[in-house]
């Protein structure tokens, strides 16, 4: 029933690496944009990176911004979370979701990447980061 099946979250220690896989059904993902957001115990659930389906354009959350890099394989129809230098703030229970193409970015407008905007949450993966 499921649209996404997240996985690879496990316990890692600070400064490890994990990646991130979001196996999608059921839909193609060239016609959505996929994130991945993450919830904390206590925190509002929040965007961490995004990427189109319609020009490849990426977001990243500033948080993570130079340590996590979003990618696709449309032909495995999965969105991968290559997480880089984790820190205990990275602890979360990470999810995938989609929406539909907003358009090109390529005339300067910005992506955004907004629990608001995307529908179809996956189960979700829990990624702790602790030494």
């Known amino acids: 029933q499921l649209q996404f099946a997240e996985s690879g979250g496990d316990l890692v220690q600070p400064g490890g690496s994990l990646r991130l896989s979001c196996a999608a059904s059921g839909f193609t993902l060239d016609y959505y944009e996929i994130g991945w957001f993450r919830q904390a115990p206590g925190k509002e659930r929040e965007g961490v990176s995004c990427i189109s389906g319609s020009d490849g354009t990426t977001y990243y959350a500033d948080s993570v911004k130079g340590r996590f890099t979003i990618s696709r394989d449309n032909a495995k129809n999965t969105v991968y979370l290559q997480m880089n230098s984790l820190k205990p703030e990275d602890t979360a229970v990470y999810y995938c979701?989609?929406?539909?193409?907003?358009?090109?970015?390529?005339?300067?407008?910005?992506?955004?990447?907004?629990?608001?905007?995307?529908?179809?949450w996956g189960q979700g993966t829990q990624v702790t980061v602790s030494s």
């Open positions: 979701a989609r929406r539909p193409n907003t358009g090109s970015y390529y005339l300067g407008r910005k992506m955004t990447c907004l629990t608001s905007q995307y529908y179809s």
